[in-house]
């Protein structure tokens, strides 16, 4: 079933449409997967190289790419301007492992009972390295971070899968002591490694078949520790301020992870000169750098946490400097990337919507899609200073207006984007008619989704310890 849900005229209160008059119209390198694909393979020609690269942690109003006013991120803004940029883009679910489930498969986590980190992905999917194998790529990965590991199930399609952290700089290393915890091995790499290692395939790699290339960032993840030059250019010396200090070493984390971008880019550019490579750049998710109480991700709902970039660029295909105002979803990937190779994705319900006519301008953009998100359910943790996390919370975004409910919490909030972008003014009261109707919404896309009726596979009790340590499960 699918996340973008219209409801009926029918079932909308009289007052909807009087009230929303004013709207505007807006594994180790080298390793084999053995999993056989379980698609027939079609003919590869004339199918483009595909460079997706994810950057944990990277909320779009921190790059310069997306109007942020200092220079974050130069090698996206060259990068956008040769391609297609679009905004809003939202994450359907702010946590690491469920955002690239859902990029991967066009399904909601929730479909797969993936709504959290350290819950593997069950073969029976099928991901989007699968579909592109059985049409005959040369797909290989190389990710950033143990959430990512392939005992999590997103090697799935994947002939190479790199997770292997031995040997690399690490901010999480080997006897790094987090949480008054020692993590056993390296819990990540820097992108630098990451990226040195996909060069590498590139360069021995068959150049006979197209190439599915996947290159993970963690660098802008907790714990922030910036390396030079980048350090010396955005992080002030002697700030007073806790909040100023780790804003300022997050910029410089998201330019590191630009120039990793820019170099992994200009490689496989090189190596396709005349405009062979479809290159899609996205985040999982946001950091809240404090804006609402809480400095990392995975528990609320607000823009900081859940709005990401999303970038196209296909050179002779995609209109350069494009910007598409379409509100978007994560989900959107997989269908998009197949639809751009010309590629079927005919097979099963999908939540993701294929974006190729607004990226090939062939059709308008949709300004009333409706995008809806959600976070995985807490048992009453007290982790953010002015509320207790209790319960699930959902959200959704139409037109200007998004609406967060979280029951056992705020209840409903409804914010106006245009006018109140850091979502500090909840107009629910104010706009009864939209609050219900957008509720609805909701509750409409919560009753497609049912959870399987398997219950969630009990973590290695190693895994479990280490994510704990991290503070991936609480």
Known sequence: MGIFVTVPLAILSGTFALA???????RTAGATNTKQARLEPVPASDRPNILLITVDTLRADR???????????????????????????????PTTLPAHVAMFT???????HVRKNGTPLPEEAHTLA???AAAGYDTAAFVSSYVLDHRFGTDQGFSVYDDDFRGAESDMPEGTTWDSKAIEQPFDRRGSDTVDAAIAWLEQRNPDAPFFLWVHLFDPHQPLRPREPFASEFVRPNLASERDRVSDQYDAEVAYADAQIGRIVSEADRRAPDGETLTVITSDHGEGLWDHGWLEHGVLLYEEASRVPLIFRWPGRIPAGLEINQPASLLDLTPTVLGLAGLPMEDEPRSGRDLTPQL???????????????RRSYRGT???LHRRVAGSSRAVRWRQWKLIRSMKESGAELYNLDEDPQEIHNIASLHPAITDNLSIELKHWHDSLPLPKTIDSPLDPEVSERLKALGYVP
């Open 382 to 384: 007290p982790r953010i």
């Open 106 to 112: 066009a399904r909601h986590g929730r479909e797969f």
């Open 360 to 374: 090939t301008q062939a059709e308008p953009s949709d300004l009333n899609r409706r995008i809806v998100m959600a």
């Open 63 to 93: 790059t310069s790419v997306y109007g942020y006013g200092r220079p974050t991120t130069p090698h996206l803004e060259a990068i956008a301007m040769r391609g297609a940029r679009l905004d809003p883009v939202y994450t359907p679910m």
């Open 20 to 26: 929303c008059s004013d709207a505007p119209p807006l």
């Open 130 to 132: 699968e579909r592109l």
